[in-house]
């Protein structure tokens, strides 16, 4: 297009039409101006990953303690990690002292996990992160409780969080698949449009003589043939639809994910941060005799009086100030629970000892001292149930009925923790746990809570169409609870191990009918995601962490959290949801469905248009009549009002059952056969309609200037008439009009502007060399406009059934 703008107007030029040459190079600084403002992105998922994996760190050296920062850490260094500390580099731990980490940038899992130290002289450990008890420490991790020393191993892209960055700079990011559909179509056009093109001009300058004109005219068939408004378009709709869906509260980074929501066929969601909150909450107590309590099934915020001990005392066992997710989760529910009630817990206690996790007890106590009496101390134990039955002593009767209540805790999903209580008088501290006289008070469990607004989103995806999968880190039976809560199919769980033992042909038969996912590690996930991908399937993956952010970016969606998100996952992803709500996906695929409806409309409308514009300026070519259009009016009836009138199509309402249908082929081209055909029988009937009017008024005498006003004129009309036919596929005309559409009203006062300017102006009438018209030209020209949209609404009924499969 830009090549036929600067020829007219080099041509006007050596014909000395100075005006004309003007207009059409400054159409040609539009098309340049439009051409320029592409989508451009810079990935920053290197510099994301440098910088969080670069704090401050508290290193030996030389026998001296020295704060340097994290990216001057080299292997070797002795890294001394406290409470609060952000783990600068991979590292076996030479010294802990009850240390546990928040593993979840690696591993996607909110729970914090034990650390021990190596045992001197053996061998260096090759580990991963999650699980509990292992001698190392991973890079970007954060320290919950403890303290510890640890020896670097692994720094930079040697470390656990370095792979996942060495992995995310292999992988491409998928195409967008519109735009090169967009590239195959105008690249036919052209050849076609210049075969033609080449042809008319030889005819003209060979039958009528005067070859500058038949280089006008052979231009002007060419302009009229090349589909160039719809990059634009494209670019448009891509642009109106990442504001609309920002609005969404969702924001698009990469413009090709628009166009792909639409035919997504499978969602592969995260657990931790995704469909739940990522933080611990209280989800049950449970008593010594079985009663349970569910906090959030609880009509009122009072706590039974039964289980006021319960809670009290595994407040007690944890830290005051606390870092670890479950020891904040009991301070939540002490605050929602304990609030107006009479309980140990207060400024006038203070702790006086504590007893830390021991790879031999996994269990922790706190001893409080009341000011009343300063000999008289409270203990307060938390801890697996095991341990915490070990300390009390109990029976095996006792122990097997707590087995029982245990199992099924645990068949809920919910990480079981067992409290118990003592009293202590005097002030030497007994040297072990075990020397306390301790009394069984309950088991608490702990879960990372489901988002309120799953369910419904996961039941919306089945209805579209969409297969919701599961990946998490997480164990089977959390992973199994998770789902059934969120209704999906959890009877089929896919481990990470029984991953590890297929190879890819059998991965990608179990994704077809596996739905849970659990114990899975960051390149297992990629796995996964690779193997859907091979089963034809459209995947969008959503995440938080960094472990998430290669399959984000391998995935044809990558959907990343916005607020709990990593900068890395936020980086390598195409879509953030900016409020961590999974339900907003389903309102990021309506509205990605809209948007291709809508498209398809628009191109529709497009390919309608040009085909008697086309028709009309080869017409006066064949049969030896006057020229209809030249370059001008071309350029501007494409690049002025054709790009104005499809926006009434971006700014169009969702069909009633856009979320009621399969997604859509990814192999489907935009233009289908069923569309092509609607679209030049709409544009066939529009041409034959204009053309009868043009001939008639030339051979009634009509002059050229007149006649040429005429035909445009009605042209514009029957373009207006075809946004009518075009606004849905599915609806009446009568339907259509009820939908709100603000934007067509701007584009019928612009298109009535503009006719008024080119009529009434002097300077405009001249230009585009349009005589006078009278009131009844303008009234055959609302009729032809009329005539159009009503045959063409009788006929489509008989195309729906087409254009909707």
């Keep these: 297009m830009l090549a036929l703008l600067l020829g007219a107007g080099l041509i ?143 720094i930079g892209i040697s470390s656990e969080i370095g792979k996942i960055g060495h992995s995310l700079s292999t992988l491409e990011t998928e195409p967008p698949r519109l735009r090169a559909q967009m590239q195959r179509l105008v690249r036919v056009f052209a050849m076609v449009g210049g075969a033609v093109s080449v042809l008319a001009v030889v005819l003209y300058g060979t039958l009528r003589g005067g070859w500058l004109d038949a280089l006008l005219a052979g231009i002007a068939l060419g302009m009229s043939m090349l589909p160039e408004e719809l990059p634009v378009v494209l670019a448009v709709f891509m642009a109106m639809g990442a504001w609309r869906i920002s609005r969404a509260g969702v924001l698009t980074r990469r413009a090709a994910a628009i166009e792909t929501l639409g035919s997504a066929t499978v969602l592969c969601t995260d657990k931790t941060g995704t469909l739940t909150e990522n933080r611990m909450s209280v989800a049950q107590l449970r008593l010594a005799n079985g009663q349970a309590f569910i906090p959030r099934k609880a009509e009122d915020a009072s706590l039974p009086d039964a289980f006021h001990d319960l809670v009290e005392f595994g407040l007690l066992a944890s830290a005051p100030e606390p870092f670890d997710p479950m020891d904040k989760a009991f301070h939540e529910l002490g605050r929602a629970r304990l609030s107006g009630t009479e309980h140990l817990h207060g400024s006038e206690w203070k702790l006086a000892h504590a007893y830390g996790l021991r790879p031999d007890l996994l269990a922790m106590s706190q001893v409080w001292q009341g000011t009343s009496d300063a000999q008289q101390f409270v203990v307060a134990s938390k801890g697996a149930p095991e341990a915490i039955a070990e300390l009390c002593h109990l029976s095996t009767g006792d122990r097997a009925a707590l087995s029982t209540s245990i199992n099924a805790m645990a068949n809920d999903g919910l990480r079981v923790l067992g409290v118990a209580r003592a009293s202590f008088e005097g002030t030497n501290w007994p040297e072990s746990q075990h020397d306390f006289a301790f009394e069984f008070v309950g088991l608490v469990g702990l879960a990372d809570p489901l988002r309120a607004s799953v369910p419904a989103a996961v039941a919306e995806c089945r209805t579209a169409g969409i297969k919701v999968v599961m990946i998490t880190g997480d164990y089977p039976a959390t992973a199994s609870a998770i789902a059934r809560q969120a209704g999906l199919e959890a009877d089929d769980v896919v481990t990470g191990d029984d991953l590890e033992a297929m190879n890819d042909g059998e991965l990608a038969q179990r994704v077809r009918t596996a739905t849970v996912f659990a114990r899975i590690m960051p390149e297992q996930k990629l796995r996964i995601v690779n193997a859907l991908k091979a089963n034809g399937e459209i995947v969008a993956m959503t995440g938080d962490g960094v472990n998430d952010a290669p399959s984000l970016k391998a995935a044809h969606i990558g959907i990343a959290m916005g607020g709990r998100g990593t900068d890395v996952a936020r980086e390598a992803s195409s879509i953030v949801l900016l409020d961590d709500d999974f339900g907003s996906i389903v309102k990021a695929v309506r509205l990605g469905r809209r948007i291709y409806d809508n498209l398809r409309k ?162 405009a009438s001249g230009l585009f060399r349009f005589g006078p018209l009278h009131w009844d030209d303008l009234a055959l020209t609302l009729a032809a406009g009329a005539v159009v949209l009503v045959v063409l609404e009788v006929l489509k009924p008989m195309w729906r059934a087409r254009l909707l499969s």
């Design 12 to 154: 006007y030029l050596l014909l000395g039409d100075l005006k004309e040459a003007i207009i059409l190079l400054a159409f040609a600084c539009m098309s340049i101006a439009i051409t320029v403002v592409q989508e451009s992105r810079t990935e920053r998922v290197l510099e994301a990953l440098r910088d969080l994996t670069s704090p401050r760190a508290l290193v030996i050296r030389e026998g001296e303690r020295k704060r340097i920062a994290g990216r001057e850490v080299v292997r070797g260094d002795f890294i001394v990690l406290g409470e609060g500390d952000r783990v600068p580099a991979d590292a076996v731990l030479v010294q802990s002292h009850d240390l546990q980490t928040d593993e979840s940038l690696l591993t996607g899992e909110s729970v914090s996990v034990r650390k021990v130290a190596a045992k001197p002289g053996a061998p260096s450990p090759g580990v991963r992160p999650g699980g509990d008890d292992l001698p190392c420490v991973f890079s970007g991790s954060l320290i919950v409780r403890g303290s510890g020393i640890g020896e670097v191993t692994a």
């Design 602 to 763: 628009a191109m529709g409308f497009i390919f309608a248009v040009h085909v008697p514009i086309a028709g009309l300026a080869l017409l006066p070519l064949l049969f030896g009549l006057p020229l209809l259009f030249g370059p001008m009016h071309i350029a501007f009836l494409e690049m002025v009002i054709d790009p104005v009138c499809s926006l009434v199509f971006e700014a169009e309402t969702e069909e009633d059952d856009v979320m009621r249908r399969p997604p859509r082929s990814p192999d489907e081209p935009l233009f289908s056969r069923h569309l092509i055909a609607w679209s030049v029988l709409q544009g066939g009937f529009a041409f034959a309609l204009v053309a009868a009017i043009f001939i008639i008024g030339h051979r009634q005498g009509m002059p050229d200037t007149e006649v040429r006003a005429l035909a445009f004129f009605s042209l514009v009309m029957t373009i207006v008439g075809l946004i009518f036919v075009n606004r849905s596929f599915s609806a009446s005309l009568i339907t259509a009009l009820g939908r709100p559409n603000p934007a067509l009203v701007w584009v019928l006062a612009s298109v009535a502007t503009m006719l008024g300017l080119t009529l009434l102006w002097p300077f």
